[in-house]
């Protein structure tokens, strides 16, 4: 107990000891750290260069010679979060998956529900329930909680790919399990591209079939109908925070793809400047094309490809185009937050409505 009264008054100290053996705290002394009057995220913003992470990838591909259940995965470690938290923030992780050709990852299944966005390479592919998924550069994929599912790389090159998944929520909710397939059967392998075959154009999906509300049927969203996506809004419309946005959705319920995790897909176009906002929840951004900078908490965050950098809950933010467009893609706990009631939004009401800037991030 850090405590002045408590120091100035020893009967007090020795009565706050008396409660401690009994496992009791006096909430009059706790009551700022435990209901803050707003969020005070242990979380910092934080970007890792692709320049960096390269050879530290390259590097685990000679160094870490895995087992047949490991994944080669450099994950982002928040500077601002404790040790053994291994998170980017509070509730999202985020990583660098390297897989060597031939490689590949045996049937599994966990709790935690997954995304995968590929930064290099093509022809890797994943199977969930059944359903074989060839994964290229720009593609993105789901993985729903519990669902079985595995991952190679067939093709004669590496590929890299962004993980993100819910595990630090997960963990914190005592909710973790993990299964490895063992001798049991796969489940039956299904025609190549099913999901897709079936969800795909997103407007429309097989009249027999009622919609799945749990996650998304649909486990792979190919680059070309992202982009073409991005390119038909930003002929018509633009957020003025984001600049153009899109959410992927769930093509049965319209709603994110997962229940815990918003994906989303966004062109920052050269000469734009978005307001800034803030709002709760947490998110991690990867800059797939170009490049751009976002201004964080008054910080200058300078991104080009394969960047990634965290945006933690409550923090200003703000984004722009510098010199020629930039794509980012982004994960967000935002269902969370939202399915809770502890959804807020803020736009940054002074001046004009840009930050001041306070540091350019090195
Ligand atoms: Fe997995
Ligand atoms: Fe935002």
């Known amino acids: 107990m850090t405590d002045e009264r408590a120091a100035a008054d020893p009967e007090l100290k020795k009565f706050y000891k008396k409660m ?10 706790i009551m700022g750290r435990l209901a803050p009057v707003k969020p005070t995220p242990r979380a910092r913003p934080h970007l890792w260069r692709w320049k960096d992470m390269l050879p530290l990838i390259e590097e685990s591909g000679e160094r870490a010679l895995l087992g047949d259940g490991d994944r080669r995965v450099l994950g982002l470690i928040n500077p601002g979060m404790d040790e053994g938290k291994w998170a980017a923030t509070e509730t999202l992780w985020a990583a660098y998956q390297y897989i060597l050709p031939g490689e590949k990852a045996p049937p599994h299944r966990h709790s935690a529900a997954a995304i995968r966005f590929i930064i290099e390479g093509s022809g890797a592919y994943t199977t969930i329930e059944g359903d074989r998924c060839i994964l290229d550069k720009g593609d993105f994929v789901v993985t729903p909680p519990w669902v079985w599912h595995d991952h190679g790389n067939d093709s004669d090159a590496p590929i890299i790919w962004m993980d993100g998944l819910d595990i630090p929520l997960v963990r914190d909710l005592d909710a973790s399990f993990f ?9 039956p392998e299904k025609p190549l591209g099913d999901s897709e075959g079936r969800y795909a154009s997103g407007h429309l999906r097989p009249a027999w079939e009622e919609p799945d509300l749990s996650g998304s049927p649909l486990f792979v969203y190919k680059w070309a109908r992202t982009e073409e996506a991005l390119r038909r809004l930003a002929a018509v419309d633009a957020s003025p925070f984001d600049d153009v946005v899109m959410e992927f959705t769930n093509p049965a319920t319209g709603g994110p793809v997962l229940a815990t995790i918003s994906c989303r897909v966004q062109l920052i176009r050269s000469g734009v400047r978005t307001l800034a906002h803030r709002h709760t929840g947490g998110a991690v951004y990867l800059a797939v094309e170009g490049s751009g900078t976002s201004v964080i908490e008054g910080m200058r965050f300078d991104w080009e490809r394969g960047d990634m950098f965290v945006v ?3 923090a200003w933010h703000e984004h722009a185009g510098a010199g020629g467009e ?11 937050m939202q399915s809770l009631s502890l959804y807020m939004e803020e736009a940054y009401g002074e001046g004009d409505g840009h930050q001041e800037m306070t540091g350019i991030f090195a």
Do not use: C
Request: proline letters at 15%; charged letters at 20%.
């Open 312 to 314: 933690p809950p409550w």
């Open 179 to 187: 299964e490895l397939l063992g001798d049991r059967a796969l489940p």
């Open 326 to 336: 930039g794509i980012l893609f982004s994960i967000h706990d935002s269902p969370v």
């Open 20 to 29: 401690e053996t009994h496992h009791l705290a006096p909430l009059w002394e």
